[in-house]
């Protein structure tokens, strides 16, 4: 098992004495819990006390620490009020806890950390042979834990994690909220324009009736004509979007992009919203009496 220990921390910049907010991970060097090429290639570099890797993907207040290691080698600061030297940078990025990361060793981190208890890890990484079922392991370790000890499989902490920020931190609530509204003024806008369309060739929909044609036909030209204003506004919707998450990530320096599992739950939100627009838009023409209009 590979023990990872995790610990927020006091970020203080040396040049402006200005503090901010760094989450430090600490491993064990013999076993790294972590998979970055850099603490994978040599992680016994970190086995000097005070040695750590910066996440060069930091918000920007945290200064050009990747340019100033690449100068001189080294980057001395304060974390905690311990003094530690950055000798390397590690690609990351910020997440919705903290905005800059740190990787060390145990030994580090408790020198750091002088309060954590080191009998204490917050997460223990158990790497399974090729070949082994997570779940069988789960299932036969968690009985033998204590009530406050879950064995999770890798994709089990990760939905953990995602379920957490999702519902029970305002992040989640505003973003929620914010597929609501949008959906909501969505419908609102899709619904005026349809019906808006109606009302304006209403005598070649009363025309329709009168030649015969039933009040499904005329509905389904409604239909088809929301259906295609959903695929319309789809395209370049998403190709703004993926515009949009690219600034996103470089100004915030969080890891977001488009997937092809979100692209999907957006086109079937935009169809549902387009499609019942359109729906609401026909009930003038169900109530469509051609001898009226002509």
Not at 16 to 30: C, E, I, K, M, P
Not at 56 to 64: A, E, F, H, I, V
Not at 208 to 230: E, H, N, P, R
Request: charged share 15%; glycine share 8%.
């Amino acid at each position: 098992m590979s023990p990872l220990r995790i610990s927020r921390g006091i970020w203080i910049t040396p040049a402006t004495r200005q503090s901010y907010d760094v989450y430090t991970f600490g491993v064990n060097l013999a076993k790294p819990s972590l998979a970055f090429p850099e603490l994978e290639d040599d992680p016994f570099r970190l086995q000097p006390l005070r040695n750590a890797l910066f996440d060069r993907n930091s918000k920007k207040q945290y200064g050009d620490v990747a340019g100033l290691v690449k100068r001189d080698g080294v980057y001395p600061l304060e974390v905690n009020g311990k003094s530690i030297r950055i000798i390397d940078t590690f690609s990351m990025g910020a997440t919705f806890a903290a905005e800059a990361n740190l990787i060390v060793s145990e030994n580090t981190f408790l020198y750091m950390c002088p309060k954590a208890d080191h009998r204490m890890v917050q997460v223990g990484l158990i790497r399974l042979r090729p070949g082994t079922s997570a779940t069988a392991v789960q299932a036969a370790l968690q009985p033998l834990m204590k009530k406050d000890v879950k064995v999770l499989t890798r994709n089990e902490l990760a939905e953990l994690e995602v379920n957490y920020w999702e519902r029970n931190s305002s992040v989640g609530f505003i973003f929620s909220l914010g597929v609501l509204v949008g959906f909501v003024v969505g419908s609102i806008i899709v619904y005026q324009i349809l019906c808006g369309d109606v009302m304006n060739n209403l005598p070649q929909y009363a025309t329709l009736k009168a030649m015969g044609y039933t009040d499904s036909f005329v509905i389904g030209v409604v239909i088809q004509q929301s259906a295609i204003l959903a695929v319309i506004g789809f395209v370049p919707g998403v190709i703004i979007s993926m515009g949009l998450y690219s600034l996103l990530a470089n100004v915030t320096k969080l890891t977001v992009f488009m997937t092809l599992t979100r692209a999907l739950q957006v086109l079937i939100l935009t169809f549902v919203m387009c499609v019942g627009s359109g729906a609401l838009a026909t009930r003038k023409l169900v109530e469509l009496d051609p001898a009226d209009v002509f």
